[in-house]
RNA sequence: GCGCUCUUAGCUCAACUGGAUAGAGUAUUUGACUUCGAAUCAAAAGGUUGGGGGUUCGAGUCCCUCAGAGCGCACCA
């Protein structure tokens, strides 16, 4: 049961009414889509607040609050409506009679799976693409952003409705290939010469390719390069993708993460899908032979005028047209992944997301461009942008050298504070915000972390379930109407918020939006918890049971909310701390 | 040089996508343990939302402009 939902209709029957009452003419539709209906930001102003009024005002040509005077006497008339004000430039303020927040809280006991049980994707398909890094080596921890972030959204669209499908899309083809080719045959030669080998700078020197090296050596003996060039490669090729790869999934397994799909970028360069793209360009005559302008500034020296293959993608808002084909006549990336991003279309019929990392901001509007082309405009696709996540230990930047290999791991952070810490923190900010992720803080046991600060709420919760020797489960509120303090009301309403805030987490597909109400809501349950001290508003009333079990109640309601919400972020509640 | 993103309290960040007096934490000052766990809570103080202009009933949010930071800039991936 969503309150706000409940009273957002009869909000719209309302206005129905209103304006066939008056014989006025406005379009509700267009009033619909402004219209809001929420928390007041002081509580000084009632419940619920609503701009009707105000967005009406263009259309009567009345002012706001003549028009709000009218719509009071219908709002009125909603149920348990105890007063309506006008307020400010026009607000409605609507106040309930407080046995609203009480049987709210009944009713949502006697319907705890599926009172904020949200339908806003309604089966539809979206398909989410997250990491995807390169399988040149195990993810480091900056992979960890994207990956959690990609992985909440993926379980908070999953939560309301959509049928989501997790991807991961590998770049298995292109020079970065060569060189891991390369990198992998002198690990193997190791393995055969039983000799370390110095390797030259420009291949991967990390010693994670030892196993590569092995595993070729144990597949194929020492008669590996026998073989003619060609053969070797493609062996040396796979079986590197292939060990990689499994350390990739056993680094996101660690955090938590399991991909439904992984698509191979070689796959998509040797399918037909390029020569699909090919022809529905063409036939929206998005395709033409040209000559780009060079870039302005000092990399110009290097630019050479050449005719070449190019997507007008200039026309769906991007800053220049797109090359298709490279110098040597292969494709260039963007062509492929143009060709991927058709492939997702075709298999996810739905929409699609895509999560990147900050540094490749400048490449949205082009993909854009491409999904607008190709799917017609039909397809949505919102690309996330993850921000830079900075490393520290005690305040101070981690030393990190990509040359040397020597680059904190995922598995690392994971071995080091946990996944579930590793989790809530990523999540702890906006995702385009930059973040601090410090080893020492993360670890803190103060209200500092506010991992901690919302497990010890939910540990508070049992811990009161254990001191008053009451099963949780089978706990039924008997007398809802014995919460009266202001302070239960508060925390009811705060807890009535939560499917508002995860239909707006999901619908902007911004999951921090989780980590801040449940991060409110501990402090909520904190506060109340301390005014047992001077207020007499302990949960456990000794003799009054009737109180207990309606405080006891409310505890369980709180407890059930945090564990919903770490659920969907997927992290483990802690009963003890 | 061009483009994208960002700039909110001393510091780290929110702000229901255009709503009312911009909120938390931290640091500072002060107070609360005979308790169902003080790993917590309460209170004070802290702001021209980077500067300037515009759009409108109303702007941190949209538009323009300037400044600063990050990232990117034919053909790489």
Request: positive net charge; contains cysteine.
């Amino acid at each position: 049961m969503n309150i706000y939902k409940l009273y957002f209709n009869y909000l719209i029957e309302a206005l129905e009414k209103f304006k066939s009452d008056f014989k006025y003419s406005f379009k509700v539709d267009d009033i619909l889509k402004k219209l809001t209906l929420e928390p007041p930001k002081n509580s000084i102003n009632g419940d619920m607040s609503t701009n009707l009024a105000m967005i009406l005002s263009k259309d009567l040509k009345l002012s706001p609050k003549i028009i709000a005077n009218h719509l009071k006497v219908y709002i009125l008339n909603f149920p348990d409506v105890a007063n309506v004000n006008v307020a400010g430039p026009g607000f409605i303020n609507i106040t309930f009679k407080q046995h609203i927040w009480t049987d709210f809280i009944s009713n949502l006991l006697q319907n705890i799976e599926n009172w904020d049980k949200l339908e806003i994707g309604n089966g539809k398909n979206i398909n989410i693409e997250y990491i995807s890094a390169n399988p040149t080596g195990p993810l480091h921890a900056g992979h960890a952003r994207g990956a959690v972030f990609g992985d909440a959204l993926a379980s908070l669209l999953t939560e309301v409705g959509y049928s989501v499908t997790r991807e991961y899309y590998i770049n298995d083809a292109g020079n970065q290939i060569e060189k891991l080719v390369d990198s992998s045959l002198l690990r193997y030669n190791e393995q055969i010469t039983n000799k370390t080998i110095d390797i030259p700078e420009g291949l991967y020197p990390g010693e994670y390719l030892k196993e590569v090296g092995k595993t070729l050596y144990e597949k194929y003996g020492d008669k590996l390069q026998l073989d003619d060039q060609k053969k070797v490669f493609e062996k040396v090729r796979s079986v590197s993708i292939e060990v990689i790869m499994e350390m990739i999934k056993n680094d996101l397994l660690k955090l938590g993460i399991k991909m439904d799909v992984f698509t191979s970028e070689k796959k998509i360069i040797s399918g037909h899908l390029l020569n699909e793209i090919i022809k529905i360009l063409e036939s929206k005559n998005l395709i033409f032979y040209g000559v780009l302008d060079p870039p302005k500034g000092a990399d110009a020296k290097n630019w050479e005028k050449r005719e070449q293959l190019l997507f007008k993608s200039s026309q769906y808002g991007d800053d220049a047209d797109r090359a298709l084909k490279k110098s040597d006549g292969t494709w260039t990336y963007f062509a492929t992944d143009m060709a991927y991003h058709l492939d997702k279309m075709n298999r996810t019929k739905g929409d699609l997301i895509n999560v990147l990392g900050a540094d490749h901001i400048g490449y949205i509007s082009r993909i854009n461009a491409a999904v607008s082309a190709l799917s017609n405009g039909s397809v949505e696709i919102d690309t996330k942008v993850c921000a830079l996540v900075n490393l520290l230990e005690d305040g101070k930047p981690m030393k990190m050298s990509k040359r040397k290999g020597n680059f904190v791991t995922l598995s690392d952070v994971v071995n080091a504070v946990g996944k579930d810490v590793l989790r809530f923190i990523m999540l702890t900010r906006r995702n385009d915000q930059s973040l601090d992720f410090d080893f020492k803080k993360v670890m803190e046991k103060s209200k500092e972390n506010p991992v901690f600060y919302v497990q010890y709420a939910h540990a508070r919760c049992k811990s009161i379930f254990r001191s008053s020797k009451v099963n949780e489960k089978e706990l039924i509120l008997k007398n809802p109407k014995r919460l009266k303090d202001v302070h239960e009301i508060e925390l009811i309403k705060f807890i009535a918020l939560w499917p508002r805030t995860l239909e707006l987490a999901a619908k902007n597909h911004e999951p921090h939006r989780i980590c801040y109400y449940l991060i409110e809501l501990s402090s909520i349950f904190h506060s109340l918890w301390n005014k047992g001290k001077d207020n007499n508003i302990k949960f456990i009333v000794e003799d009054d049971l009737e109180l207990t079990n309606a405080r006891l109640s409310l505890v369980k309601v709180v407890a059930l909310t945090i564990r919903k919400g770490l659920s969907i972020l997927k992290i483990e509640p802690i009963f003890e701390m």
